[in-house]
């Protein structure tokens, strides 16, 4: 959710655009049978009446291609549920009801009688003032591609990209809780007790489309929590959905003052409350900066109007340093309008940045790296979007320590210079849904990489999620699209959209909704040839390669945990804190090593006996090596260097090299980074 764009309209007064950017940031009747039921396994026994059409034809694609791979697109960012978030009023419309379509397509209470009390809905650009709620059957004004406060994930639609060859879809669970007490609402601004909704829902949707064919399982819409699961949902040629979660406050854990509203406990009882629901890949920070990492910033008004946002729910404004290498976050606005920064306490403003501080100085916290390994434990898949580069570059060194494959950027939030490292580990990749040729344009930045690495691409629409979505292009453009169409494995024939009374036509209407998905494909068909297309094809069995090596991945065992060590030196100027060698391997990443203020120091680690070694891990403190070698004996007398540096950077250091024999494992620091000692939170020591 939440990706902002140069392109989007701003507020139109100061609270109002407070509002847009802290939102558009963050992020009936008795079923009858089915006109055209011809007993065809993709078309249902029954379907409510009235209802939406999704004017697509023929059997859709299933089974594998002749190399024995799935076929077919991946959504990797939607919202399906978002419109039970933020308290229920931001998103206007659901995407399904057992009381049908007009009540499931319908407007927000105080957008009645003429949209003049859609707050949200001006800010955003969606109309000028005013706007015709009536949704169901006329749709005179929404869904569109601009309007940003209005459900675009009716099932019917969602049933139309599939059919249109979409075979994965991560319904990313999201809110925001300060967002939730700055709009109308009827329900608890709780960020878990929200999640807990939208996943009920999503198992409620399936029950749905369960019932329209015939019982339970039979239906094209199919919740899965494995690998195995979304593989045999995909050959049967039916929608596998993973649910995943986009939050703020993830089990609770927000700053206030810069102190932890959370500690660990309250993290592993969340990470398993997540996956019992079924969630299976989540954001760890998004958009405010919480206890566990820093986020990417926001750029112009929006990340000013964000920044105050932060502020107002943590008391701290971003803080800000020069990169220590090539990625950068995104610049942050400067200036806020006079009556924005009267939201603000008397005596504070937003603080001003140095042009060549680029970075967020907060980047991935020990809880955070709590919550990381946690996701590991359970091989969940992490989201490195809105992560800061300071906090991705953090969660980078740790996955690459543990070669742990899951790792996505869903939706065009990551710094593109991080791309290799993702897919060397082997995680996956999507983009936003841009234009076009703006998608187009991206893809080809990283096309020689998913070349070396012979992976697929994604998309990630962000439907529902207060981002913008492509505009039209015009009838007679180029790039227009014919209809009718066909998908792009030739299965399915697509025509314009007809919901109610409304014809959709991506041409003239832009993606004003989740069913123009497959018109937005053949779009960029006619607009870049079938490259990018078969790019795409081939996306949900590059989603599926890193989900199951993900299932399958085991934490290499710490051959160093709690085993004996020794020292050349130990720092004793505290007496109230203990900095003994051993504090170095009791897997508490809360105690450290700390050496005198010197050069020439080293720890060792006695494993016991003679093992096989290849893997050294380092998770240094500030005060870190410089210039510092891995050495390795089998008598704890005579010495070998297995590896060495003289270009350390701190951080997460993973020292790798031939499988040796050795007892006696060494970190030999030659010089220091700082004037302090060498001070080591953990070494793990493990095979090859």
């Known amino acids: 959710m939440t990706r902002t764009a140069p392109r989007r309209p ?92 007009a009540e499931a397509l319908k407007d927000c209470p105080e957008h009645y009688p003429d949209g003049r009390g859609a707050l949200f809905e001006h ?108 593989r045999s949902v995909i050959e049967q040629g039916k929608l596998a959905v993973v649910l995943g979660v986009e939050t703020s406050e993830p089990f609770g854990c927000k700053m206030i003052l810069d102190v932890a509203q959370c500690d660990q406990a309250d993290i592993d009882r969340g990470l398993d409350e997540l996956y019992a629901l079924g969630v299976r890949s989540m954001f760890l920070c998004h958009k405010f900066d919480n206890a566990l990492c820093g986020v990417r910033f926001d750029s112009g008004t929006t990340g000013v109007a964000v920044n105050i946002g932060q502020f107002l729910s943590t008391g701290t404004f971003w803080s800000t340093e020069k990169c220590a290498g090539p990625q950068h976050d995104n610049p942050i606005g400067l200036t806020a309008p006079p009556a924005m920064a009267e939201k603000l306490p008397p005596g504070v403003s937003v603080p001003s940045y140095a042009s060549d501080a680029k970075c967020n100085k907060r980047g991935l916290t020990r809880l955070g790296e709590h919550a990381l390994r946690g996701m590991m434990d359970r091989g969940m898949m992490l989201e490195l979007d809105h992560m800061s580069v300071k906090a991705a570059g953090r969660a980078l060194d740790i996955l690459e320590s543990q070669e742990y494959p899951g790792v996505i950027s869903s939706h065009s939030w990551m710094d593109l210079d991080w791309t290799e490292r993702l897919y060397s580990l082997g995680g996956f990749m999507a983009q936003y849904m841009n234009g076009a040729q703006g998608f187009i344009g991206e893809a080809g930045q990283k096309a020689a990489l998913r070349q070396k690495y012979k992976v697929g691409l994604g998309y990630g629409t962000d439907m529902n999620g207060v981002g913008g979505w492509p505009g039209p292009v015009g009838g007679d453009a180029p790039n227009a699209v014919k209809y009718p169409f066909r998908s792009f494995d030739g299965a399915t024939v697509l025509d314009r959209q007809v919901t109610g009374q409304r014809t959709w036509d991506l041409n003239t209407d832009g993606a004003a909704h989740n069913g123009l998905v497959p018109d937005w494909v053949e779009q960029i068909r006619l607009t870049g040839g079938a490259g990018v297309v078969d790019e795409l094809a081939k996306g949900a069995e590059s989603y599926l390669t890193t989900w199951k090596a993900t299932e399958k991945h085991e934490v290499g065992v710490n051959l160093a945990a709690n085993a004996p060590t020794a020292a050349s030196s130990t720092q004793w100027w505290n007496p109230f804190v203990n900095y003994s060698s051993g504090r170095a391997v009791d897997g508490d990443t809360g105690t450290r090593w700390a050496s005198e203020w010197s050069n020439d120091q080293w720890l060792q680690v006695d494993l016991g006996a003679v093992r096989r070694v290849g893997r050294v891990t380092l998770d240094w403190e500030r005060a870190h090596a410089r210039e510092y070698r891995i050495e390795l004996s089998e008598n704890g007398t005579d010495w070998r260097t297995a590896w060495s540096t003289d270009a350390s950077d701190g951080g997460y250091d993973t020292a790798e090299f031939a499988s040796q024999s050795a007892r006696y494992v060494r970190v030999h620091g030659v010089s220091r980074a700082t004037d302090w000692g060498y001070s080591l939170y953990e070494v793990r020591v493990q095979r090859a």
């Open 123 to 230: 800010l955003t650009g969606g109309d000028d003032g005013t706007h015709d709620p009536v949704g169901w059957p006329t749709f005179k004004d929404w869904p569109a591609h601009n309007s940003l406060s209005h459900q675009q994930n009716y099932y019917a639609w969602v049933e139309r990209a599939w059919r249109g060859g979409q075979r994965v879809l991560v319904n990313d669970l999201v809110t925001n809780g300060l967002i939730c007490s700055l709009l109308p609402r009827d329900r608890s601004c709780d960020e878990m007790t929200s999640i807990r909704l939208q996943a009920r829902k999503t198992y409620e949707l399936q029950d749905y489309v369960d019932k329209m064919y015939g019982g339970p399982g039979k239906g094209w819409f199919r919740i899965v929590t494995s690998s195995d699961q979304a």
């Open 10 to 101: 701003r507020g139109r007064s100061a609270l109002l655009s407070l509002f847009l950017a802290l939102a558009a940031v963050l992020f009936g009747a008795a079923p009858v049978p089915a006109a055209d039921a011809g007993g065809s396994w993709w078309e249902p026994t029954a379907r409510p009446a009235p209802d939406s059409q999704t004017n697509a034809t023929g059997a859709p694609f299933k089974g594998t291609d002749a190399q024995g791979k799935v076929r077919g697109f991946v959504d990797a960012h939607n919202h399906l549920m978002s419109n039970e978030g933020f308290g229920g009023r931001m998103i206007c419309g659901q995407t399904f009801s057992d009381a049908g379509i």
